[in-house]
């Protein structure tokens, strides 16, 4: 895993009250073709020579949520998943990277570590950390983990 500053992010479709902004994937200026949903690119990591971690926000003041994307150049979106809810905020900072994961906080003192396989593994259903969610699926390439827990609306753990 490295960090990467290559890829960026042009508009599509601005958000709307119904739908979330959408935003092509350039690498290096050049298109992809890849669609995302999102605005901000917050970082971006390249797991191998094929497929990048993306780190995504939406712009949205006092109910900021990150999705995470793994992508593949040839297939496209692998996996998303999205950490945050309805009246929480976050600010992403503090991306370390190194060879097997990668770390960042997002949410208060939480610092979140992400490993990314290299092939889909069986996904436990509520596995995940408090906060995370993930479409319906028997796998998984993201493993997420979190550190402390994070805190609940009414401020415990």
């Known amino acids: 895993m490295e960090e990467v500053t290559t890829l960026s992010l042009s508009e599509v479709n601005e958000a709307t009250d119904t ?10 200026g050049i298109s992809t073709g890849i669609i995302i949903p999102g ?21 949205v003041l006092f109910e900021e949520m990150l999705t995470l994307l793994l992508l593949d ?8 998943l999205t950490i945050g809810g309805g009246y929480t905020s976050g ?3 503090a991306l370390k990277v190194s060879p097997h994961s990668a770390s960042f906080r997002f949410i208060n003192d939480t610092t979140w570590t992400v490993k990314v396989s290299a092939s889909p593994t069986f996904k436990i259903s509520f596995s995940d950390p408090p906060g995370v969610s993930r479409p319906m699926g028997l796998r998984k390439y993201i493993d997420i983990n979190a550190n402390p827990a994070p805190a609940k609306a009414d401020g415990s753990r």
């Open 91 to 93: 600010h992403f900072e």
């Open 73 to 80: 150049l040839s297939q496209g979106i692998l996996e998303e």
């Open 19 to 28: 739908a979330q902004a959408r935003s092509e994937v350039l690498i290096g």
């Open 39 to 59: 605005k901000v690119l917050e970082g971006s990591i390249s797991i191998d020579e094929r497929r990048y971690l993306l780190f995504i926000t939406d712009d």
